[in-house]
């Protein structure tokens, strides 16, 4: 009940509605926001990164154009080729190969060493930290070249041609690029020597690691082969990359690109620009894991993010505070009709403003004033009506027995001296002035009990001493306030119904206690004739179901009128039970609540 009360109060509603007013759109808000940074980002990577690499390209392609012009030196130096092209061996020639190869390997400072080998002569020239080695070899590592034509090899371990190692000192080799160069005559087209131009990879490392950040980047250069001329790690230099994605970039038709891979430990972007030229084609390759491409995504939706949270937190508060300020008079409302509800009609409502909420507690308020006077007046008509009822139960005293009581009085007064007259005579009044006196509606139960022993004192003196009586009253009990004649009505049904005097002697006991359940209870038994068990079954269901009904003949002015005056002054609380007394008689019994009654009749008094 309670968690169906929750569900359906306002201010819970309420509070939910703003609250979805508010959190939906800004987590919609954070969330567009952060994929349409994302798309930004990726669209300003793959921008900045395209310009980059292409600058990178460039560079290194000037670069590697710096070194292909100085492989043409030996068509510049007159001497160097006549040497070449004739193939002269003398002292003075092998000096000025010296000379021309020397001004080579000065001319750029990343070159390891030069190599020359002259057709003619088979001699093989080698020039290594300004020491050269002369030999009559042809090396197996000249590749074969068209006449005139310029090839790069890609990064691999340097080595001395086939020439013995120079002496006296090591020079341990190195990673290097070639460019070999087909020397020929122009004219003939005849192939006059090979010029090979070893060049380490300082250069292209230094630009290349400038286009790239090692963390969540790579940077590939990679031959048509997928050899990887420069790369993140050394060991892979001068080796074929075996990834997947290689065959793939290096198959794309366009000369430069972007596409996305997911793939082993990469997930991410992959820009490529070719550099191709007459003597090589390589592909400058950028890796961008996702990672390190929406970092920066991250950190803007992250700074969005906290600025939101701040605003939903304020705008939380703001919407719990609205929500508890807007319903708190109607959960006060609430309140005041609870109490209201259990019987507190004259309850303070202190609900003042002047919205709507303050016209409603105003409303009912005044509302509630007009039925708490409605309530007075029916409560004092109610009052008035069960002081007539009463006043007329106390009215129905049977004219026959007062009458069958003066009889017997004056037929005393002949029989007997005149004490024994008084005697009766104050009996008479005793209970002439109980009856008659309407001020006092509940008395305590000795007062009634005394009302009773006079009745019954006039009754022995018709019936003599075949009437006997007693009272059995515990004190508590006696002190308890009952309304008037209660008793009496049950006692004269014995003289009407029960009294079977030629049988035996008459006999009759009126005890009271108090129960332990908070009761009083009260016994009027007799040894009279009793009646029929179907008849004192048809008369008990008459007293539970049927008590505030009039029927006629004599019984109305008896143990339903008893009843009556019982129930209005406890309510449905009170109880009257029959019950045949073995062998022979009848007990009524009487129920009293001593908690309801005593708030009951005390109100009555008043």
Known sequence: MRRRMIRSSIRNKLVLFLLAATIVPITT?????????????????????????????????????IIQQTSLFVYNDPKLFDIVEHGLTDYLSDKEVFRGMQVMSHS???????????????????????????????????PELEPGQAWLEPSHRSHDYGLNPFTPEYVP??????????????????????????????????????????????????DDKGTVVYGPRE?????????????????????????????????????????????????LVKRISDEALYQSARQITLINSLVYSLFLV??????????????????????????????????????????EFGVLARRFRLMMQTLNDMILREYRLELANKTNELKALQAQINPHFLNNALQSIGTLALQQDQRKIY???????????????????????????????????????????????????EPDAAAVKVPKMILQPIVENYFKHGFDSPERDGSILIAAKISGDGRMRIDVSDNGRGMPQDTLAALQHKLDTSWQARFDGEESIGLLNVLARLKLYFNDHARIELENVVPHGMKVILWIPLNQGGTGVESTDR
């Open 29 to 65: 808000s954070i969330f567009i926001t952060y994929f349409y940074t994302k798309q930004s980002v990726i669209n300003e990577t793959k921008s900045t990164n395209s310009s980059l690499i292409y600058q990178g390209q460039t560079n290194i392609v000037n670069y590697l154009n």
């Open 108 to 142: 750029i400072k990343e070159i390891y060493q030069v190599y020359l080998h002259v057709a003619k002569s088979n001699r093989s020239h080698l020039i290594l930290n300004d020491r050269t080695r002369s030999e009559a070899i042809d090396s197996e590592h000249i």
């Open 173 to 222: 080799p190195a990673t290097v690029i070639t460019l070999h160069r087909s020397i020929y005559d122009v004219a003939s087209k005849q192939v006059l020597g090979t010029l090979s131009i070893d060049v380490n990879l300082d250069v292209i490392a230094s630009i290349s690691e400038q286009l790239y950040t090692k963390s969540g980047e790579e940077l590939y250069i990679l």
């Open 235 to 283: 060991e892979q230099i001068g080796r074929v990359l075996e990834d997947r994605w290689v065959p793939y970039m290096l198959g794309l038709p366009e000369p430069k690109g972007s596409f996305e891979w997911k793939g082993g430990d990469f997930k991410g972007i992959q820009l490529y620009e070719r550099m191709s030229t007459p003597y090589m084609n390589w592909t």
């Open 314 to 355: 304020v705008v939380i508060a703001a919407t719990v505070y609205i929500s508890f300020r807007f319903t708190n008079p109607i959960r006060k409302l609430i309140g005041y009709i609870n109490k209201i509800q259990s019987g507190h009609l004259n309850v303070a409502i202190d609900l003042t403003g002047g919205d």
């Open 423 to 473: 005697s009766l005579i104050s009996s008479l009044g005793k209970m002439m002035r109980y009856g008659m006196n309407t001020n006092d509606t509940v008395v305590p139960l000795t007062m009634e009990a005394d009302y009773v022993k006079a009745y019954l004192e006039l009754q022995k003196q018709r019936f003599g001493e075949g009437l006997q009586y007693r009272f059995e009253l």
